[in-house]
């Protein structure tokens, strides 16, 4: 396992985080199936949230109503840093319009 900065160089971490942020506890289903259309295959998208998950940067809960089903949420951690990933989007996205 690398280290919290190479996995945030990772494929696809950003709009996992991003899409955590939007709509914490969602189920883990269909934030796969979100993922997928927007092109991340079914391996990478599983890689990466079990990657999240074991540095720290997301937790889940099972459903008391689905019984493989498994909410996600961003930990505290995770909080902090799509904070920051969003403050960068705003930051590029500035820059982009003053271009």
């Given at each position: 396992?690398?280290?919290?900065?190479?996995?945030?160089?990772?494929?696809?971490?950003?709009?996992?985080?991003?899409?955590?942020?939007?709509?914490?506890?969602?189920?883990?289903?269909?934030?796969?199936?979100?993922?997928?259309?927007?092109?991340?295959?079914?391996?990478?998208?599983?890689?990466?949230?079990?990657?999240?998950?074991?540095?720290?940067?997301?937790?889940?809960?099972?459903?008391?109503?689905?019984?493989?089903?498994?909410?996600?949420?961003?930990?505290?951690?995770?909080?902090?840093?799509?904070?920051?990933?969003?403050?960068?989007k705003l930051i590029?996205?500035?820059?982009?319009?003053?271009?």
């Amino acid at each position: 396992m690398g280290s919290e900065l190479d996995i945030m160089e990772e494929r696809g971490v950003h709009a996992v985080l991003l899409q955590l942020k939007e709509t914490p506890g969602i189920l883990r289903s269909d934030l796969y199936r979100r993922m997928e259309q927007k092109g991340m295959g079914d391996v990478t998208i599983i890689k990466r949230v079990n990657e999240l998950i074991e540095a720290g940067i997301l937790r889940w809960e099972q459903s008391p109503s689905h019984k493989k089903g498994q909410f996600l949420y961003l930990t505290d951690k995770g909080e902090k840093i799509t904070e920051h990933l969003q403050e960068l989007k705003l930051i590029v996205a500035d820059r982009d319009q003053d271009v």
